[in-house]
């Protein structure tokens, strides 16, 4: 496996003053043979401005987060990070890779998720490069290789968990989203090591159900949110009819036989329970009449 290693470049701005200079010299020293006559000079002066002119390809330009990664004939000479102008061999090749921060944002995948629930499911991914001999070296193409890592993940991530829990304690996409975002990014992670890419941060930009299902879930949430409602209403108002059974009987307001009570529980359930407004009937008898 080919590591990134520091490359032993030279100023570009000590050569860049240097060579035009002896250029110039050997032009000076050019014209003096032709004029002298002179053929081993000419010859000589002539090959030097082909080569100095030559060594013009060696200089290159680093931006701020960004590397360029140093080759000769197909060896790797190692990676120049440092900003500024730089000169190296002039038969080196260069290819320039982005440190920078860099966003992806995958298509709207669809799948399964792990009840067999045909889903919609998109991420985003914040990643950069932080070994420039491994993204180049490793991968044919580690723009692409990220994009169709991720997406595979994401395709893994949804397959492995609910849309909605359905049991307690259970791992949903819906309402464990830090944990699902914690897991899909250590899973892209994984796939990119090898590539010299580091994951920043990995979240769920996009789910929902398919739309084939979609309307159907919404009646099931619906129904679920119903009955939540329905059995919380129904914990408050026993709790609301048990405490005033015994603050009736506590303060000796009114004796009930078991036959009484049962009448007002179902009267005061009723009252608490009710989705309509109640209309109570005013008793102005005897309570046993």
């Known amino acids: 496996m080919i590591r990134e ?24 020293w050019l014209v003096q043979a032709i004029r002298a006559e002179a053929a081993l000079w000419i010859v000589t002066s002539a090959v030097a401005v082909s080569v100095l002119s ?15 990664v140093l080759m000769m004939f197909g060896t790797y000479k190692g990676s120049e990070r440092r900003p500024g102008l730089w000169w190296v061999n002039p038969f080196m090749t260069k290819k320039k890779v982005t ?40 991968v044919d193409n580690y723009d692409n290789f990220m994009h169709v890592q991720s997406e595979a993940a994401l395709r893994n991530l949804a397959t492995g ?7 307690d304690g259970q791992m949903s996409l819906r309402a464990n989203t830090a944990e699902v975002a914690e897991q899909l990014k250590k ?30 879930m919404l009646r099931r949430q619906q129904a679920s949110a119903v009955i939540s409602a329905r059995t919380k209403i129904v914990e408050g ?43 109570p009937v005013v008793n102005t008898g005897s309570l046993y009449q």
């Open 54 to 68: 030559i060594m013009l390809g060696g200089f290159f330009v680093v931006e701020p987060n960004q590397a360029s």
């Open 237 to 279: 108002a026993v709790s609301m009819v048990q405490m005033a059974l015994e603050e009736l009987s506590k303060r000796s307001v009114v004796t009930l036989d078991e036959e009484r009570k049962a009448a007002m529980v179902s009267n005061l359930l009723v009252v608490l329970c009710s989705e309509h407004e109640t209309h």
């Open 5 to 28: 290693t520091p490359a032993k470049s030279s100023s570009g701005w000590l050569m860049l003053f240097l060579i035009p200079a002896l250029i110039l010299l050997d032009l000076f």
């Open 161 to 167: 968990h609910p849309y909605d829990a359905h049991n």
């Open 99 to 138: 440190l920078r921060i860099r966003n992806f944002e995958s298509s709207k995948l669809k799948v399964n998720d792990h009840d067999g629930n045909p889903i919609e499911i998109g991420a985003v991914v914040v990643w950069k490069v932080v070994d420039s001999a491994e993204a180049i070296f490793q």
């Open 187 to 216: 899973e892209v992670q994984a796939r990119l090591e090898k590539a010299g890419i580091e994951v920043l941060e990995a979240r769920i930009s996009h789910l929902a159900y398919a739309p084939e299902i979609a309307s159907a």
